[in-house]
Each structure stands twice: as C-alpha cells, then as structure tokens.
C-alpha cells in the first residue's frame, strides 16, 4: 500500500509540473483545407474502403479566461490553460473493392456516404491539449459522397464505380469526440514524443484509439502536430509564429464498438455480414513546413485490415494548407 501512494504522489507531482507551466495564447484566427485521398500516395490509388475525405475548418484565436475553459476534464486541474473553439463541414467516401460490380458481394465493404458539420472546444497547457467535438451529420445518399466521387472522376478522366445504388441509406449522425495529446520534450523544440488518447461515441464511431507519435526537426514547439481530414483524429493548427519544419512518424491501435461503415445502418437500412477486427493498427509518416502561421503538410497512412475478409490493409495520405490570420 506504501509503493501505490508513492506512486500517486509521483503522478500527482508529474501532474502539477504539466499544469503549472505558463502559456501564451495565440492571437490569430485559422481556417485549413485537409484532403484525404488514397490517390495521393499513386502506389495504393485503389478507390476502395476509406478512399477519400476531406473537411474544411475554421478554429478561433485563443482566449485566456472565457466559457470554454468550462467545457474540459483533465484542462480543469490547471488555471495556465487557454481556450479555443472551432466550427467545420467535412465529407468522407468508402467503397467497396469490387467497384465495378453492379451488386458487390456481402462479403465486402459497403458504399457510404458522410456529411457532417463538427463543433470544438478546445483547452491547451504548455504541452498539453484536450478537445471535445460533436460531430452532426448524414450518411446515405444525402451525403452526396456519390456525386462528390463523380465529379472529381470526370476531371481527371477516370471511370464511375459502378455500386452505388447499394450504398448505406439515410441516417442521422450523431458522434461525441474527446482526444488529448501530451507533448513529452526529449530536446526542446527539436525532438518529442506525443502520446495521445481518443474516444468516440456514436451510431457512425464508437472506438478508443490511444497512439504515440515521434516528431524530430525544428519548431516543435508551435503545433501538437499534423492534424488528418477526419475529426477521429487529433492535432491542432499553429500556436505562435515561429518557423517550424519536422517529420513525423507514429502508430496507433484502436478498439472498435461500432463502425456504421462497415457494419451497415443503425436500424434497419443496409446491413452488412462482415466479421470486423475489434483491433485495427494503423501507422503514419508525414512531415511539415510552416512559418509566421502558414502551414504545408503531408501524411501517409497505413491501416490494417478491419474486418476479416479485406482483401488488403488500406493506406491513403493527407494534404493539409492552414492559413493564419
């Protein structure tokens, strides 16, 4: 019993060193563009599963004392937080593998279609950040993934998928995110971990994700890292407007609930026979350049199989321009 109140007390004084570090909030406001496509990696532009996604967002400037502070769990223990929040509209695209096939087999992954608008509050330390999203939307032919997937097809020339009348049907989407990420300094600005958490609950996600990402290169200090098109995933935009220029690689497992996109509708609707992995990996490598609050970035991805008969582990890359003003 001795040892596990040493312990507490080491947790706690750890705990009192993340919280009582001064930070400065930014000034200035963001709104980023960040795509999701498995075309931008050409060795795996498949077109199937997770194939495309992309979101459009706008975060505010930070706040040392509003409401948001309110809107927080572990941010709670600290009086050196500050506050931000952020509106976004994303789409995401899946496909099956076989994508001409007029009536692809029960055994692959279904069309889907998602539309959503996401809300943020977001409260951040020196090196550490925490935020809670809900996620508002549609999937079905509603989402217009279908329409999205054409038009883009017809400009650079390639083919329909053929499936499409068998897509997930209409259904609201009602998802709750929280993620936080900690910033572990080994060299200041120059070499850190970010151990991450991530929470999903919803009828299109339920899962826990926890991760680890390595960053080494210069400016570390001024992000929590790439953030992906998708709001399952965590990162932030700029926090000063320092230059910064890095690599970054990570990994992260995730225990999946519920996954609308594979198992089908909520009630009724599309119903799917997959046996899906409850375990899914999934491993990235990207890098980055920013200065003065502009930022260019790049990310591949690697995920392993999520339901027994994929026929392949899935990958796509992201592609994010955030501009600060």
């Known amino acids: 019993m001795k040892i596990s109140y040493k312990y507490l007390l080491c947790i706690l004084l750890i705990l009192k060193c993340i919280y009582t570090q001064e930070v400065i909030p930014y000034n200035r406001h963001h709104i980023a563009l960040s795509s999701d496509n498995d075309a931008y990696f050409e060795p795996t532009n498949y077109d199937r599963y997770y194939t495309a996604g992309h979101n459009l967002s706008y975060v505010s400037k930070e706040f040392d004392d509003s409401f948001i502070k309110y809107i927080a769990l572990f941010s709670l223990l600290s009086k050196q937080r500050v506050q931000a929040f952020g509106i976004s509209i994303g789409q995401e695209i899946?496909?099956?593998?076989?994508?001409?096939?007029l009536n692809p087999p029960l055994n692959d992954a279904p069309y889907g279609g998602y539309l959503y608008t996401n809300i943020m509050a977001q409260n951040r330390t020196s090196n550490f950040m925490e935020q809670i999203s809900l996620n508002l939307g549609v999937?079905?032919?509603?989402?217009?993934?279908?329409?999205a997937q054409d038009m883009i097809h017809d400009l650079v020339h390639y083919y329909h998928l053929a499936g499409w009348h068998n897509q997930i049907k209409n259904e609201f989407i009602f998802n709750a995110y929280y993620n936080w990420i900690y910033k572990f300094g080994i060299i200041n600005n120059i070499i850190d971990?970010?151990?991450?958490?991530?929470?999903?609950?919803?009828?299109?996600?339920t899962h826990l994700e926890v991760g680890m990402r390595l960053r080494i290169g210069y400016g570390l200090n001024?992000?929590?890292?790439?953030q992906k098109a998708t709001t399952n995933h965590i990162g932030s935009t700029s926090i000063n407007d320092s230059f910064r220029i890095y690599i970054i690689g990570g990994i992260s497992e995730k225990i999946v609930g519920r996954n609308?996109?594979?198992?089908?509708n909520t009630?009724?609707?599309?119903?799917s026979k997959l046996n899906l992995n409850r375990?899914?990996?999934?491993?990235e490598i990207g890098a980055i350049i920013a200065w003065r609050g502009i930022s260019?970035?790049?990310?591949?991805?690697?995920?392993q199989k999520e339901f027994i008969e994929q026929i392949s582990n899935s990958n796509y890359a992201t592609i994010r321009l955030e501009i600060s003003f």
């Open 94 to 101: 899946y496909t099956p593998s076989a994508k001409f096939t």
């Open 139 to 147: 999937v079905g032919e509603y989402a217009f993934a279908k329409e």
């Open 193 to 205: 971990l970010l151990p991450y958490a991530s929470i999903a609950l919803g009828n299109a996600h």
């Open 222 to 226: 001024g992000d929590f890292g790439i």
């Open 260 to 264: 609308i996109f594979l198992e089908g």
């Open 267 to 271: 009630i009724g609707g599309y119903k």
């Open 279 to 283: 375990f899914v990996y999934e491993a």
């Open 296 to 303: 260019l970035s790049y990310m591949y991805s690697y995920r």
